[in-house]
């Protein structure tokens, strides 16, 4: 999984490997998103950690985060 810059200061995370960590399809969790019953969260590093950013998706009563690093590699992941 990769964090690619889209335009300035926006990020894209591909939708296919967010919903497959969920355990849902991708198409459930664009719906959701488009609905407003998925939260989607960038948060970008700071202080030591400039240049690298962190997105969390909260669908339901799951989750998934990952923190990216500066070149958009996925180095850590979380799922509940």
């Known amino acids: 999984m990769r964090l690619d810059p889209d335009l300035p200061r926006s990020w894209i995370v591909d939708p296919e490997d967010v919903a497959h960590r969920l355990g849902v399809s991708t198409t459930a969790l664009e719906r959701c998103v488009i609905e407003g019953n998925a939260r989607v969260l960038i948060v970008p590093g ?4 400039v240049g690298s950013s962190r997105i969390t998706v909260h669908l339901y009563d799951g989750g998934w985060q990952g923190t990216f690093d500066q070149s958009g590699q996925l180095v850590a992941e979380h799922v509940w």
């Open 46 to 49: 700071s202080l030591a950690d």
